[in-house]
């Protein structure tokens, strides 16, 4: 069974921009969940998807926003990138909200400039 | 929502000793604490979870504890080997999601 699998890996953008990441779960996995992962800051819960809704949403501010296709694949958009914004962004997904094994795509590297 | 609390940041320990790493939370209405390994440049797997109604867990060298009373679990590595070197988070499903300690660099010294 393929892996959970994230484009683009590395992405270079400039403060003010937009950008947008993706994410395609493991087949039959209906739950994605998204985390911000920086030095010294762990993994930060963004927000998680299941079967296209927004059940739960971290502590980061609007300009963070994502969706789901009907095909469980997720997006997530930031929009005025500010430097703060540089990390790893992971996405997993699962078989059960909230519980259950959760399974890590690669990641997107972001940098801001 | 919830807050998991992980310590110590870094540990080093020589290889064939053991590790031990330490998370609290706060939801009480918790019920799944999977602890996450990340080596350098990859991404996190799952090492092994536990359940609220179990208080250990153990699989070959790694083993969990819950103290549900106290909120707080552990992980423990003994016979530590150089491969153990890696970043560990724990986790706490309060509402429904995964929360994440800040996470622990050990390394194993050969």
Known sequence: ?113 | GENVEQHPSTLSVQEGDSAVIKCTYSDSASNYFPWYKQELGKRPQLIIDIRSNVGEKKDQRIAVTLNKTAKHFSLHITETQPEDSAVYFCAGNGANNLFFGTGTRLTVIP
């Open chain 1, 1 to 113: 069974k393929a892996g959970v699998t994230q484009t683009p890996r590395y992405l270079i953008k400039t403060r003010g921009q937009q950008v947008t990441l993706s994410c395609s779960p493991i087949s039959g996995h209906r739950s994605v969940s998204w985390y911000q992962q920086t030095p010294g800051q762990g993994l930060q819960f963004l927000f998680e998807y299941f079967s296209e809704t927004q059940r739960n949403k971290g502590n980061f501010p609007g300009r963070f926003s994502g969706r789901q296709f009907s095909n469980s694949r997720s997006e997530m958009n930031v929009s005025t990138l500010e430097l703060g914004d540089s990390a790893l962004y992971l996405c997993a997904s699962s078989l059960v909200k909230g519980e259950g094994e959760q399974y890590f795509g690669p990641g997107t590297r972001l940098t801001v400039t």
